[in-house]
């Protein structure tokens, strides 16, 4: 009874909309509520919940560096705060300066997508975290043993993973690392004014950005980029109608999803990158090839749909995507302070 | 009549004592308030003043690793928030994984020393950062127009700068990014149970605290930590009574100033270093070479001072530096932020 009463009173929800508004915008909400969903309260599923010890610990693993290598390098390396969740760099750079092959995308909502990194090959954000942990670019340490001799070097933590994990004999393990910073993740949600639009406040959107909005769906951007990530739900050929490389001065072909699978078919394919506060995360594109948010929407729409959008069109999707910017989540736009290691840390 | 008024307030409020402590309590308060000051509300003095605007900009620019060359690496490096203004590495590390010869200390109250860097050869933390911004180590452009060139790809600064040097014609200088920095890191002051203690609230210190601070002074360590940084006034040889790379491990001997100046008498020669939140900055010494509090406290005593301290002393002693951690500055903790670039950073 419970589930039913949710769901009808949901459903009301999502198809509410204030009396005074005209037949077009009425029209507009009721399509965009088919398309889109706003963003859940958090991100956690049964197999990986948020509890409130685990994003504790996970939040200062997060931004903890010592874990890694020379002991410089935390996930907030990649996905920075001040540059929402991001790290401003085309392609990142990682332990020793080794170079990542792709853009590091925002952290910020990365947990609603379907699938984690550009080429599908993490099944969700705590497989990126343990992947990440004994991978020779994000962390260089050889191996778990090696990342988890440098958390059992700082005495704060022992408490903290058994708070997290209760029931387990040993809970400093790589997994757990995972476990608790995926749960941290799963907070990172930033509801923006489009999600008040379409929770049925017309006016959170600017008249530009409902045009944006329109433009959006009508070009066809919106067969991709949809769901509650506006984008991060499915995969798609990157250039459809030219080659990408070609449009974006890449300076690499990357042959996306075909390298994983060895399978013809994923060639040039890539997960639709998730919208979400995507005027706060240049450069764009895979490679970080593209400057600009216009020059952006411009490429995606020759390349993907074959549409040469004019100049008063690119403005109104620029207009809606900063209807996708929400506030940086307090517990990611402050530090947490870590605790001091007993440890001297090896220079590398 | 207004500044007289001021200091005869200013030495009341100084020398105040709450009526029912007792005698060697209120001893050890005079005599301490005699040796430290505590720290003033900003660092602000008449040829780097604190400006809101100033200070709205350094923040910004303290955080954004867009200036560097390979853009990776930022102020906040070096001095990380979650790691109270240091990084918890021995010897930091710069650019392309570039070493650092030296600790980095906290920036936190750095304002507060007499002269910067661990040898003094950086005046003022506006020289700090003047000369890093074109440090190969710190940040690896090669002049000041590198520098400039990023900012001026950072279509949110120019109004900034404008607003921070009103009456420049060309407010974007690398003079004035460091100004502004420094104006923001003259903010970063942590007020601590020791300087309520100094006030006149005996009780804002432990029992083991107040036991520790006696040890502080007897022992004779507050001959050169002193004044508002406990620390940061002074040079002194490191290893007065034995050489200090014997009992810390040190795995390079440095000389200290005497690199800087040429003169022998400066050989192993460093500026004390402030204690102010010295519990959260581990680990110690010029070149991070113990790794924790009691350790760098046994060490001190007996190659600075000849002193075999008690374990029961080194606790208190301990206890008295924890006094000496503030809460971060809401300013520092949360991270501002970044406009968007309008150019893609070049690949290393």
Same mark, same amino acid.
């Given at each position: 009874m419970r589930s039913i009463r949710f769901l009808v009173a949901g459903t009301l929800a999502a198809f509410a909309i204030s009396p005074a508004i005209g037949a077009d915008d009425a029209a507009l909400l009721r399509q965009a509520q088919q398309i889109f969903r706003p963003l859940p309260k958090d991100m956690g599923t049964a197999d990986f919940p948020v509890s409130e010890e685990r994003v504790r610990l996970g939040r200062l693993?997060?931004?903890?560096?010592?874990?890694?290598?020379?002991?410089?390098? @935390?996930?907030? =390396?990649?996905?920075?705060?001040?540059?929402?969740?991001?790290?401003?760099?085309?392609? $990142?750079? +990682?332990?020793?300066?080794?170079?990542?092959?792709?853009?590091?995308? =925002?952290?910020?909502?990365?947990?609603?997508?379907?699938?984690?990194?550009?080429?599908?090959?993490?099944? @969700?954000?705590?497989?990126?975290?343990?992947?990440?942990?004994? $991978?020779?670019?994000? @962390?260089?340490?050889?191996?778990?043993?090696?990342?988890?001799?440098?958390?059992?070097?700082?005495?704060?933590?022992? /408490?903290?993973?058994?708070?997290?994990?209760?029931?387990?004999?040993?809970?400093? =393990?790589?997994?757990?690392?995972?476990?608790?910073?995926?749960?941290?993740?799963?907070?990172?949600?930033?509801?923006?004014?489009?999600?008040?639009?379409?929770?049925?406040?017309?006016? /959170?959107? @600017?008249?530009?950005?409902?045009?944006?909005?329109?433009?959006?769906?009508?070009?066809?951007?919106?067969?991709?980029?949809?769901?509650? +990530?506006?984008?991060?739900?499915?995969?798609?050929?990157?250039?459809?109608?030219?080659?990408?490389?070609?449009?974006? +001065?890449?300076?690499a072909i990357d042959k996306g999803r075909a390298d994983v699978t060895k399978d013809p078919a994923d060639l040039y394919v890539f997960r639709v990158a998730s919208l979400r506060n995507v005027v706060m995360t240049a450069p764009y594109f895979h490679d970080g090839s593209v400057a600009t948010l216009p020059e952006a929407v411009r490429v995606m729409a020759r390349l993907q749909l074959g549409a040469k959008l004019k100049d008063s069109e690119i403005d109104d999707t620029v207009a809606f995507l900063n209807s996708l910017t929400g506030d940086l989540p307090a517990d990611f736009a402050t530090a947490p302070i870590l605790p001091p290691a007993a440890f001297t840390m090896p220079r590398p």
């Open positions: 693993l997060f931004f903890d560096p010592r874990m890694t290598l020379d002991g410089n390098v @935390s996930c907030a =390396t990649c996905h920075q705060p001040s540059l929402y969740g991001a790290d401003g760099l085309p392609t $990142s750079i +990682g332990v020793r300066q080794r170079p990542h092959p792709r853009n590091a995308p =925002t952290v910020l909502n990365a947990a609603t997508q379907f699938i984690n990194h550009w080429r599908g090959d993490r099944e @969700s954000v705590e497989d990126q975290v343990e992947q990440a942990l004994i $991978s020779a670019i994000s @962390s260089g340490q050889p191996n778990e043993q090696a990342v988890i001799a440098r958390l059992q070097g700082i005495p704060g933590y022992a /408490a903290l993973f058994k708070a997290a994990f209760p029931t387990d004999i040993d809970p400093l =393990t790589v997994k757990n690392i995972a476990k608790a910073i995926g749960s941290y993740e799963r907070t990172l949600v930033t509801p923006s004014p489009f999600d008040a639009y379409l929770a049925g406040d017309v006016n /959170a959107l @600017s008249a530009a950005a409902r045009a944006g909005l329109e433009t959006f769906i009508r070009t066809g951007c919106a067969a991709c980029h949809n769901g509650a +990530g506006v984008g991060g739900g499915m995969y798609r050929k990157f250039g459809v109608v030219e080659d990408y490389w070609i449009a974006t +001065g890449s300076q």
